[in-house]
Each structure stands twice: as C-alpha cells, then as structure tokens.
C-alpha cells in the first residue's frame, strides 16, 4: 500500500463499483458498459468522498457525527440528475482535483493559492515549521479547487498522468478527451452549489516522493494539501477556528513521519502500521496544539476537531486506510495533549523522535484501553 497519502478524515478505502447504480449490470451481472473512467486496483489515494457517497447510496451502521450530516446534506442537495452525473463520473469529479493537485499543483501558482482560511494556514504551517525540529523548508502548501473541473484540458492532462502512473485503468486519448469534456461541459452548465460542491476537494493530505521509483511521482516535491472543501466542512459544522489548524497539525505530522522514516518502521500489516501511524499523526498535532509554545488551544477543543474527523467508513477495520476507532483516537488525542501538559519548564518542546519513541512504547495502552 502507499504511504505517501493520508487523508485527515477517518474513511475507508472502499472504492465504489461504476455502475452499481445500473439495473443492466444487476440483472445481467455483468459490469454496464461505461466510457468512464475506471479506478485502477491499485490505489494510492484513498478519496474520503468515494467513501462517503457509498455509504450514501447504501447506509451501513458506521456511527454518525457531525460531518456525516454534513456530508448527507451535500448529497441531499443534489438533484437525482446531478447524482446520476456524480455516480457516472465519479472519479473525475471526486479525484481530479486532487490529482491535478498532486501533479500540477505549485506554492507558487495563483490556481493553487490558499483561499479560505489562508492566513490562518499558512501561519500555523510556519508555526510548525518552528515547532519540530526536522528539515521542512522544502513542503509546499497548496489548496485544491474545484474548477479544474469547469476546464477540459486540466482535466485530461490530470486523468492522462493517473493513467500513466497506474492510478486508474489505461484508457486511449480519445476516451481521456471525450470524457473531460464531457465533465467539463456538464459542470459549466451547473449552479454554483454543484460546481463548487465541497464534496469534490473534501480532502487535505500530506505527500512525500521519498523512495518512489515511477519517474513522473519521484520527481514531485513535499507538498502540503488542503482542499476547500474540507474547510467549508468544519465552517459548516461550527469548528472553522479549530479544524483547520488541528487538521493543519496532523497532516504535517506526516511530514515528520516521512522525515523521520517512520513509515519504515512498525507492524507490518497494512491495517496495524496505518492505524499506528494515523494515532501517532494525532497524538502529535494534539501535542502541538495543546502545548504552550504551539497553539495553546483547549485540550477538549482539539480532541473535539479530531474526532470530528470520524465519518463514514469507521467500520472498516480491516481497510489498509483505517486510522483506528474514535475512542483510539481520543485517547491518542489525550495521551498528546498530556504530554505537552507535562511539559517542565512550561516551554520545553521535545525532540520529534523522542515523541515518536514515547507514543510507540505507549501505542498499546492507546489502543486497549487498559
Ligand atoms: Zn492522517
């Protein structure tokens, strides 16, 4: 599994079958012939809203919090013809601008610019530049908007590199052109709620090339991603002062990870070493934004912005993208924001590898209970 992505939201890494919607497929049992794209098996980004929109065209039991009705709300919204379109074309919709993103996507290019809540973001990412002490003047931090999606070009572009780099399945030029501007076409006639619909940037991640081998990934600089619409996310749910900055937090703590080799290290199951290394993630944004010479929030406030972060796809234990049960997490949010507590003096910050080494030695406590 890849280890270059992280996704802050607690979604499983189901893909949704193409198709699954048409009466064909289920009476014939053979898959409905599409031009769509198909994504590839192998994956390497998990795309929270892939999940989401499963679970909102077949309920499971997974708990519900605050960004599921969110999210419910988002595909409520829709007329049954824009989700037919979304269901059709879900990959370009739900992981272009993501992609174009990763490929195309530089700090310095004005597509890519911080919007909503910029300066917030980019002072709390310098803020953690300062904090732990690992080389992090090479990350670049971008926003992903969802225009790419009014625009055909970007769009092909963007499916030609995942198709080049095994992300989905081959596909000719002529089936990548006709689709983009397929999409393109039906999304400039929309309403602004559909075009700019947060479920299609519901995302923010953390991406380091280290020790890839594909020429097109290897050569993509640390970046830092924020997707508008996880921000609209926790605006809407009444945690736009937080979220931002804890989710800021935990995605970089990938970044130290990354630094630091600790994707490298751990259990070797998928499950088990994402889990470890997503409670860890929390474990130190909650160190960070607790401690006096971090953001010095609330302790409750930032377990509260992380454990928002549960959606659906929770139950999904066994995915390679679980990032452990909300009570795991809470108590990895704890276990930070005690350590940052415990601090003495009151403006001692610990070395990043000493936070990595005490939370692994704690992790099982973390994950029983006991
Ligand atoms: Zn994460």
């Given at each position: 599994?890849?280890?270059?992505?992280?996704?802050?939201?607690?979604?499983?890494?189901?893909?949704?079958?193409?198709?699954?919607?048409a009466p064909a497929a289920t009476a014939t049992g053979a898959?409905?012939?599409?031009?769509?794209?198909?994504?590839?098996?192998h994956t390497l980004v998990e795309v929270p809203a892939q999940a989401a929109l499963q679970e909102a065209v077949a309920?499971?039991?997974c708990s519900t919090t605050l960004l599921d009705g969110y999210i419910d709300g988002l595909f409520a919204e829709m007329t049954d013809e824009q989700f037919a379109f979304l269901v059709e074309h879900q990959v370009v919709l739900l992981s272009v601008p993501t992609y174009d993103a990763l490929f195309f996507g530089t700090a310095g290019d004005p597509a890519y610019a911080l919007d909503s809540h910029a300066r917030q973001l980019e002072n709390t990412f310098r803020d953690l530049q300062r904090f732990w002490d690992i080389e992090s003047d090479d990350i670049q931090?971008?926003?992903?908007?969802?225009?790419?999606?009014?625009d055909a070009a970007?769009?092909?572009?963007?499916l030609e590199a995942m198709v080049d780099t095994g992300e989905l399945a081959p596909m000719t030029d002529a089936e990548i052109a006709e689709e983009a501007e397929t999409v393109a076409t039906y999304m400039q006639a929309q309403d602004a709620s559909f075009q700019d619909n947060p479920l299609w940037t519901l995302n923010a991640y953390a991406f380091s090339a280290e020790g890839e081998t594909d020429?097109?990934?290897?050569?993509?600089?640390?970046?830092?991603?924020?997707?508008?619409?996880?921000?609209?996310?926790?605006?809407?749910?009444?945690?736009?002062?937080?979220?931002?900055?804890v989710i800021m937090a935990h995605e970089f703590a990938h970044h130290v990870q990354f630094e630091l080799g600790t994707f490298d290290t751990g259990p070797s199951d998928p499950a088990e070493a994402t889990r470890r290394t997503?409670?860890?993630?929390?474990?130190?944004?909650s160190y960070y934004a607790t401690h006096k010479k971090g953001l010095a929030l609330n302790a409750k406030r930032v377990s509260d912005a992380l454990l928002s972060f549960y959606t659906v796809g929770d139950c999904s234990f066994a995915s390679p993208g679980h990032h452990g049960t909300p009570l795991q997490r809470e108590r990895a949010a704890d276990w930070g924001a005690d350590l940052a507590a415990a601090a003495r003096p009151r403006s001692t910050v610990l070395p990043a590898a000493t936070v990595i080494e005490m939370f692994d030695a704690a992790l099982p406590n973390i994950i029983s209970g006991s």
């Open positions: 599994m890849s280890r270059r992505f992280r996704w802050s939201l607690a979604l499983g890494a189901a893909v949704l079958p193409l198709g699954f919607l898959p409905a012939p599409s031009a769509a794209p198909a994504q590839a098996r309920p499971s039991e931090l971008m926003a992903m908007h969802s225009d790419v999606l009014l970007r769009i092909a572009r963007t020429p097109l990934i290897a050569a993509l600089p640390d970046k830092l991603v924020f997707g508008d619409g996880i921000l609209a996310a926790y605006d809407a749910i009444g945690l736009g002062d937080v979220g931002p900055r997503e409670l860890m993630a929390d474990a130190m944004a």
